[in-house]
């Protein structure tokens, strides 16, 4: 996404819904990922499963590509819960919105939900991501 | 109580996960940039990285969070991948070198309506012991 169609941090509210991502995990993207992450297990490829970590890697990249988040800014936790396998070639569309956004002394705490599901819109992955900012962000 | 599921025969509450050690070079990083595009400098740039508070690149969150997916796949199979629950907090950076050890204790094991509960405590530290993940999983298993 170019940078002017990303949203800038000070701009987001709790309950800003960004705009939905779509992508397809092919066997291709599925390697790589499993090379990356050092993962020789048969359960993916012998099943032609994607690796829940995998959508959630995807869904956290469709994030970064909508938000402007100052310089510092820091990804502090994270909740998943896989909800349903996926299989390779599945199309996902993940959805994210504000769930909060909250002053804490000299930071800000962002928190984002993410909901992902599958092209026959079953609910694949849902998460909690939560990022600390610095006070100068809202200036940025 | 005492069960086997997936890998694990004599599942219990107080039993530990088989760990995973990876250590981290600069390649695996750029790797999972690539595999999971995000290209975010601090990751990847070595140079840009140096002028930063951090010092120098670091790992992916998510990658090392990758790791412990893996050990939970390891342990319990599909049960992880459909069911599975993780909450966690970055404490420390992972950086090129560090070797992580990612390792797992089952805390609770509850059963109800066939079906079991397990929680555990899980951790990624490195070399030096300081802890880089801490948190817990949840996941239900048919028993």
Redo the contacts between chains.
């Keep these: 996404m170019p940078k002017e169609q990303k949203i800038e941090y000070s701009q987001l509210e709790a309950g800003y819904e960004f705009p939905p991502s779509s992508y397809k995990l092919d066997n291709s993207?599925v390697a790589?990922?499993l090379?990356?992450?050092?993962?020789t297990?048969s359960?993916y490829q012998d099943a032609g499963?994607v690796?829940?970590?995998?959508i959630?890697?995807?869904a956290?990249?469709a994030l970064?590509?909508g938000i402007c988040l100052p310089?510092?800014a820091?990804?502090?936790?994270?909740?998943?819960?896989?909800?349903?396998?996926a299989n390779i070639n599945d199309t996902f569309v993940s959805c994210a919105r504000v769930s909060r956004k909250q002053r804490r002394g000299k930071f800000h705490l962002l928190v984002i939900d993410l909901n992902v599901s599958n092209q026959k819109q079953k609910a694949v992955l849902a998460g909690k991501t939560s990022f600390i900012l610095p006070e100068y962000g809202e200036d940025n | 109580m005492e069960m086997s599921v997936g890998q694990l025969p004599g599942l219990s509450e107080g039993m530990n996960l088989p760990d995973i050690k990876?250590v981290i070079t600069q390649e695996?990083i750029n790797?999972?940039a690539?595999?999971?595009?995000?290209f975010?400098p601090i990751h990847i740039d070595e140079d840009f990285a140096k002028k930063?508070?951090l010092g120098g690149t670091i790992a992916h969150?998510?990658?090392i969070?990758?790791?412990v997916?893996?050990m939970m796949?390891?342990a319990f199979?599909?049960s992880?991948?459909?069911?599975?629950?993780?909450?966690?907090?970055?404490k420390t950076p992972a950086r090129p070198g560090d070797t992580i050890t990612v390792s797992g204790r089952i805390s609770r094991v509850e059963k109800s309506d066939g079906q079991t509960s397990i929680r555990c405590d899980v951790l990624c530290q490195n070399q030096n012991g300081e802890s880089v993940i801490t948190g817990e999983t949840n996941l239900r298993v048919e028993k």
């Design positions: 993207i790589t990922y090379k990356a992450v050092e993962d297990s359960l499963l690796p829940p970590m995998a959630a890697a995807y956290m990249a970064s590509e310089p510092g820091i990804h502090v936790s994270q909740e998943f819960e896989f909800i349903n396998t | 990876r695996n790797l999972y690539e595999a999971s595009r995000d975010n930063t508070p969150g998510m990658l969070l990758a790791y997916s893996q796949s390891a199979g599909q992880w991948l459909a069911g599975g629950k993780l909450s966690v907090r970055f």
